[in-house]
């Protein structure tokens, strides 16, 4: 499968920013969908998860403000980011798996399939 993210972009600290994952293939709703992100000089760290079947988990720093969600008829994963500030400033990629099982869904090795990443700034 490949993966497309876009949607980024420059926001202010406080506001809002949607980003977007579109992927190929026939078969995406089998798919578990992930956002990483990697902000400058750091380690990529896990932001938010969306089973086949729904369930969704999030990093503790996101959690209340990102939303992830799913449209299978489109083949694309949304990742709705409000209250941003400037610690979410980083690149923004998405992940696919069809065989990550709920114990490893935070693990980026989990994951086959990466897009190119989407950057997103957060002015203060």
């Known amino acids: 499968v490949q993966l497309q993210a876009s949607g980024g972009g420059l926001v202010q600290a406080g506001g809002s920013l949607r980003v977007s994952c579109a992927a190929s293939?026939?078969?995406?709703?089998?798919?578990?969908m992930a956002w990483f992100r990697q902000a400058p000089g750091k380690e990529r760290e896990f932001v938010a998860v969306i089973r086949y079947n729904g369930h969704t988990a999030y990093s503790d720093s996101v959690r209340g403000r990102f939303t992830i969600s799913r449209d299978n008829a489109k083949n694309t994963v949304f990742l709705q980011m409000n209250s941003l500030d400037a610690e979410d400033t980083a690149n923004y990629f998405c992940a696919a798996s069809r065989t990550v099982i709920v114990s490893a869904m935070r693990s980026e090795s989990a994951y086959a399939y990466w897009g190119q990443g989407t950057l997103v700034t957060v002015s203060s």
């Open positions: 293939g026939r078969t995406f709703r089998e798919y578990t």
